[in-house]
């Protein structure tokens, strides 16, 4: 069964900086079917990236995913105060499909 | 603008079956999408539970498939979600989903908190 495995589990930054989220598989992503979500409090979680690399409809360039494999990556190029919150990771190309991560809370520093 | 509004008990006692109903707006059921159900516990992470297509076909968590029935109602242009014999543990907001390619979620529902307890 694949685990993912999101680190690290709080990310404390200040506006303007940069963010590096990392997802780890236990086991190889089939085709690179892995996306990344946000979710602020009290809201529904929103698609940021698919494909490991591609933006959802909408999603500001500053946002962008790479990896393949094991090892996957969003990063913020420079967080707006808008995005501050927790993202998550999930995969949907290797059995049992649809598993997410555990989350990385990104915080106001 | 597709929009989806959840619908049903928020308290469910212990054994019980929780059963959640999935409005869409904005979009036919008929036209295509999967269309499904995701939960996340007080202050945890995010689990997928299953998905439909218009069609009738079904996937289901593995971890919940045993207790689990998704169907759709294109008539009414809503889906539902019932989930049998639940405990403290299947506590959580439920989110009803439009679903790319079976698991890949790109709207949401504003989700409804079920609470099991007697």
């Known amino acids: 069964e694949i685990v993912l495995t999101q680190s690290p589990g709080t990310l404390s930054l200040s506006p303007g900086e940069r963010a590096t989220l990392s997802c780890r598989a236990s086991?190889?992503?089939?085709?690179?079917?892995l996306a990344w979500y946000q979710q602020k409090p009290g809201q529904a979680p929103r698609l940021l990236i698919y494909?490991?690399?591609s933006r959802a409809t909408g999603i500001p360039d500053r946002f962008s995913g790479s990896g393949s494999g094991t090892d996957f990556t969003l990063t913020i190029s420079r967080l707006e105060p808008e995005d501050f919150a927790v993202y998550y990771c999930q995969q949907y190309g290797s059995s049992p499909r649809g598993t997410f991560g555990g989350g990385t809370k990104v915080e106001i520093k | 603008q597709v929009q989806l509004q959840e619908s049903g008990p928020g308290l469910v006692k212990p054994s019980e079956t929780l059963s959640l109903t999935c409005a869409v707006s904005g979009y036919s059921i008929s036209s295509g999408y999967y269309w499904g159900w995701i939960r996340q516990p007080p202050g945890k992470g995010l689990e997928w539970i299953g998905s439909?297509?218009?069609?009738?076909?079904?996937y289901y968590n593995p971890s919940l498939k045993s207790r689990v029935t998704i169907s759709v109602d294109t008539s009414k242009n809503q889906f539902s979600l019932k989930l049998s014999s639940v405990t403290a543990a299947d506590t959580a907001v439920y989110y009803c989903?439009?679903?790319?390619?079976?698991?890949?979620?790109?709207?949401w529902g504003q989700g409804t908190l079920v609470t099991v307890s007697s």
């Open positions: 086991q190889s992503v089939s085709s690179s079917y």
């Open positions: 439909i297509y218009h069609s009738g076909s079904t």
């Open positions: 989903a439009r679903l790319v390619d079976r698991y890949l979620t790109d709207y």
């Open positions: 494909g490991a690399s």
